[in-house]
């Protein structure tokens, strides 16, 4: 199984700021990662498809990059609503696997 | 706009058997590979299975936590997808979510509980 080792697990931000998180994969994934978004006590949302691509409706601030094994999420001029825990996902290989999550709290 | 809709969970005890029900609107249900994923504080996202389209003799894949005892199935006629589920383990608690291939849209879950 690919296993995917998202940091960090939690990050205390501010409106504004720029955040990154990573996801390491532990084998190669050619792109093939997704980047979920969850809010509390909400289902999940689809931020970013196949490394860079944005959903459909997904603010331009979210931007995805990354190849190889290792991939970032970064979210520019955090807005309130982006306060939520953020999970990558790969679709490589089966079993399809998913990072530990990565939680946003406001500081 | 997209939506889909779980049904089916609840409080069933170890060995039982359940049935999930995911209805999907919004797209050609037809077009699309669905999956089941599963939540738990334990294991966090575990991806449980997928099936594929009609094109592809509904090829089915399964996490192997669940083969053999899981098993998923779909209805284009209905735009629904199917999460049969027999001999459940504790460890199958959790909440458990239709996604559409790709993940980008996720149903609101249905939470399934195993105990006695």
């Known amino acids: 199984d690919i296993l995917m080792t998202q940091s960090p697990s939690s990050m205390s931000v501010s409106l504004g700021d720029t955040v990154s998180i990573t996801c390491h994969a532990s084998?190669?994934?050619?792109?093939?990662i997704g980047w979920l978004q969850q809010k509390p006590g909400k289902s999940f949302k689809g931020l970013i498809y196949h490394g860079t691509n944005l959903e459909d409706g997904v603010p331009s601030r979210f931007s995805g990059s990354g190849s190889g094994a290792d991939y970032s999420l970064t979210i520019s001029s955090l807005e309130s609503e982006d306060f939520a825990d953020y999970y990558c996902?790969?679709?490589?290989?089966?079993?399809?696997?998913f990072g530990g999550g990565t939680k946003l709290e406001i500081k | 706009e997209v939506k889909l809709e779980e049904s089916g969970g609840g409080l069933v005890q170890p060995g039982g058997s359940m049935k999930l029900s995911c209805v999907a609107s919004?797209?050609?249900?037809?077009?699309?590979?669905m999956n089941w994923v599963r939540q738990s504080p334990e294991k966090g996202l575990e991806w449980v299975a997928e099936?594929?389209?009609?094109?592809?003799?509904?090829?089915?894949h399964y996490a192997e936590s669940v083969k053999g005892r899981f098993t998923i199935s779909r209805d284009d006629s209905k735009s629904s997808v199917y999460l049969q589920m027999n001999n459940l383990r504790a460890e199958d608690t959790g909440i458990y979510y239709c996604?559409?291939?790709?993940?980008?849209?996720w149903g609101q879950g249905t939470t399934l509980t195993v105990s006695s």
């Open positions: 084998q190669g994934i050619s792109s093939n």
């Open positions: 919004g797209f050609t249900f037809s077009n699309y590979w």
């Open positions: 996604t559409r291939d790709g993940y980008d849209y």
């Open positions: 996902v790969q679709y490589a290989q089966f079993p399809r696997t």
């Open positions: 099936i594929r389209l009609k094109s592809n003799n509904y090829a089915t």
